[in-house]
T-cell receptor
Framework: NAGVTQTPKFQVLKTGQSMTLQCAQD?????MSWYRQDPGMGLRLIHY???????DQGEVPNGYNVSRSTTEDFPLRLLLAAPSQTSVYFC????????????FGPGTRLTVL | QQQVKQSPQSLIVQKGGISIINCAYENTAFDYFPWYQQFPGKGPALLIAIRPDVSEKKEGRFTISFNKSAKQFSLHIMDSQPGDSATYFC????????????FGTGTRLQVTL
């Protein structure tokens, strides 16, 4: 199993550009989520999904869109990139909603100029 | 509103010493408390977790102590080693809802020789 994979690993955008961060998991996990990590702020939840076709907002959803058309994939879209979105983004997945381990991808480091 | 408060922000411990990281929570509906370990350039990985029906859980050199009445839990790393140098995140989960894992702000641990 590859686990949780993310692409790209690094990305530089200009303000106003758009892009999609890709996330995939091969563990047939129902629950997937996106976090951003900023110094001193910990991991903050952006969006999450409890299954294909179902998504919901987390703590910091503004400026981001998600969709979940398959169990495996959960892309994160930045519509109009802003310097405040400079961060490290992590995708995660978990089997079910109970006491199961949440697995994280390796992260995408995004810089918005 | 920070639901899980973590301290200290950084910690320097000598090799062989005990590292202690503390977390406090407000939401009494939380019923699962994992700790994650993150090395530079990597995604967080589950280290150890506890449910509130026990006061302590030990796995090797790592121990979680849990105080339900005080709504606090802590991670103790015994015989700390340079390889333990990483960022540690506490987290909390309410398994009865949409299972959004809430993280503390992280503690950067450095174990010196």
């Amino acid at each position: 199993n590859a686990g949780v994979t993310q692409t790209p690993k690094f990305q530089v955008l200009k303000t106003g550009q758009s892009m999609t961060l890709q996330c995939a998991q091969d563990m047939n996990h129902e629950y997937m989520s996106w976090y951003r990590q900023d110094p001193g702020m910990g991991l903050r939840l952006i969006h999450y999904s409890v299954g294909a076709g179902i998504t919901d907002q987390g703590e910091v959803p503004n400026g981001y869109n998600v969709s979940r058309s398959t169990t495996e994939d959960f892309p994160l879209r930045l519509l109009l990139a802003a310097p405040s979105q400079t961060s490290v983004y992590f995708c995660a997945s978990r089997r079910g909603f109970s006491y199961n381990e949440q697995f994280f991808g390796p992260g995408t480091r995004l810089t918005v100029l | 509103q920070q639901q899980v408060k973590q301290s200290p922000q950084s910690l320097i411990v000598q090799k062989g010493g005990i590292s202690i990281i503390n977390c406090a929570y407000e939401n009494t509906a939380f019923d699962y408390f994992p700790w994650y370990q993150q090395f530079p350039g990597k995604g967080p990985a589950l280290l150890i977790a506890i449910r509130p029906d026990v006061s302590e859980k030990k796995e090797g050199r790592f121990t979680i102590s849990f105080n339900k009445s005080a709504k606090q839990f802590s991670l103790h790393i015994m015989d700390s080693q340079p390889g333990d140098s990483a960022t540690y995140f506490c987290a909390a989960l309410n398994t009865g809802t949409a299972s959004k894992l809430t993280f503390g702000t992280g503690t950067r641990l450095q174990v010196t020789l």
